[in-house]
């Protein structure tokens, strides 16, 4: 299921093209009109560190609604405010049917939103498996956010979700994506792991600084790298430390 069909820029409201985000090759496209569409029901965002993919995720998920450091769409908190203002100039093309659930996860602000959750009434627990995401591994807390508050017919948006899990624990959550998927949902995720990039059928866009790609798993750098250091990490080792 689609939820945001595509994603654009606002060329009606004036921006100050001082500001970084509007610098970066990928966000400068889309100053330039270029339409970022969402075709399957998982969209990767990849590239190098500074490219632009979680300023682009953040940005999209703060213009459907959600809270910029992470949650549902109820939540308000904020522990420091240094989000992007690119959010405020995007225009999204949304389907017809209205996701009923919606979760924005930020590997670096996870913490602050499990404490808000402790915060809420005890009863909210419940829907997060009744244990405090505290009072589990990174990993384990993520995975049973996805498990237990996670009911299909929605739009999740992860930044980096594989910083909390190991290689076993990325095939997990491969497995929860599908099951969310085929109780139609949509994922919008930025990530670094070639494990998460293949999910079947789904749309990579590389992000680089030439712009925004559609590639396919075997042509992004990052696996490429793994498939190289793994098939010969002496000799590459050997060549690093030289």
């Keep these: 299921m689609i ?3 595509s994603v654009y820029f606002n060329k009606k409201k004036t921006y100050n093209d001082s500001e970084y985000e509007f ?7 889309l100053t330039e009109q270029k339409e970022l569409k969402f075709t399957s029901d998982v969209t990767f965002f990849v590239g190098e560190n500074g490219a632009g993919k979680s300023t682009l995720l953040e940005s999209l998920a703060i213009a459907y609604g959600f809270n910029p450091e992470g949650g549902t769409r109820n939540f308000s908190f904020s522990t420091k405010d240094t989000h992007s203002q690119l959010s405020d100039y995007l225009v ?4 017809h049917v209205q996701a009923k659930d919606g979760f924005f996860y930020r590997a670096e602000s996870f913490y602050n939103v499990s404490t808000n959750i402790d915060e809420f009434d005890v009863s909210l627990l419940d829907s997060y498996g009744g244990i405090s995401l505290h009072e589990q591994s ?4 993520f995975l049973s956010l996805i498990k237990n508050r996670f009911g299909g017919n929605g739009l999740y948006i992860l930044d980096e979700p594989e910083a909390a899990l190991s290689p076993s624990r990325q095939m997990s959550l491969i497995c929860l994506i599908d099951q969310l998927v085929e109780r139609n949902s949509q994922f919008i995720i930025a990530t670094h792991s070639p494990i998460l990039m293949a999910f ?3 749309t990579i866009y590389q992000i680089d600084d030439k712009g925004f790609k ?4 075997e042509e992004t750098e990052h696996y490429i790298i793994t498939k190289a250091f793994t098939n010969n990490y002496k000799m590459m080792i050997s060549e690093l430390l030289e």
Excluded: D
């Design 3 to 5: 939820y945001i069909k």
């Design 23 to 29: 610098h970066i090759p990928a966000i400068k496209q």
């Design 92 to 95: 999204l093309s949304k389907s």
């Design 138 to 141: 990174h990993g384990e807390g």
């Design 200 to 202: 079947p059928n789904a």
């Design 214 to 217: 559609t590639v396919t798993l």
